[in-house]
């Protein structure tokens, strides 16, 4: 007899895998292994059959599953690990800056039953978490000394360094945590991240994502990982399952914030090139949504230009989900990337010059949509 498995979890991990299993019988949701299957059990009404071969090793390890998550060894692995930590008592987490994104972040790790800590500079930010079940703690230091995973919302770098390393306390408390950098840095600054990290005895992960509020509420932001190894042998994983469902492993620390960069740097390029399209439209008194109609069929079509769309035609900025001052930092880090690499950067610069302009205008916290007034108001 094997201690039940949480169904969910075998969907999650429903590779060839090797997973070992308590001998612990359990009344309410066991089931029992013959020499060529496994038998069929439900849970909540769901009917879930998988064949295997049973390899009893040690009398308590068994080989499960044959669906492909990926056909690769590394999904194999992780797969593994979210059958073995299926059921697993929850983390403390500690979200280290709850401006737009953390805070959001935050909310949804308190839905989700995590148990959370929060810190911000601005200690009034994070009063509504108080009142949701959060911890609010005075100071850095005190909630990595409440947690097993910090998660980094901090607005850049050097942010983050004066945060865990000025201190000694600080540095001190980081000794057996998880450190997950989740905002938008250089690639050599993560690298950078990452050894002083270690040296204070501590793991760490970056895991920038792609989405926004609406994503961070609901759990399906697009996470992106970059790690020295399997990721999901990390306490933090299911915290990020739990940010977005599916995660996706880049590679080694410092490929995931490339990637993040790559995409920020699309932003600008999309919504300048849009609003300076739209700008024409508008000069020339055509119909917007005769345009759109075009567009929407063809290849050069992106769902962001809708998305930005009635905010451009109203030019109305407020509420952002991300503001232009942010795109503005993102951009210049994409350059000095760009730089190191050899990439011609002359467009760019361009575009940083619109996004600069916008700024002049006082639209630095406004939505990044804004960037139509810096593209047609000279």
Known sequence: WFRHVDGTAMRTASVCCRVRLTARP?????FKAGPAHIRSFSRNGRQLQR???VDVRNGLEATVGRQRLGGNSKSTAMATNAVANAGSEKCKVAVLGTGL???KVAERLIH????VAVWNRTSEKCAYLGEMGAKCCVSATDALSYCDVVLLYLSDAQAIESTLFEEESAVEALAGKCVVQMGTIG????KRLLERTLVADAKYLEAPVLGSLPEAIKGTLLVMVG????????TAWPVLQALGQ??????????AAAVKLALNQLIASLTVGFSTSLGLLQANNVDVDKFMGILRESALYAPTFDKKLQRMLDREYSNPNFPTKHLLK??????????????DTGTLKGLRGVVERTLDMGLADTDYSALHDGVTKQ
């Open 26 to 30: 359990s009344s309410s949701a066991a």
């Open 51 to 53: 064949k295997a071969k």
């Open 101 to 103: 994104l953390g805070a």
């Open 112 to 115: 989700d039953g995590f148990d």
């Open 187 to 190: 690639p050599a600054e993560s």
């Open 227 to 234: 790690a020295g190894e399997d990721p999901s042998n990390y």
């Open 246 to 255: 599916s995660p996706v492993y880049i590679g080694d620390v410092g490929t």
């Open 330 to 343: 993102d951009i210049n880090l994409f350059l000095g990337e760009a730089e190191i690499a050899g990439i």
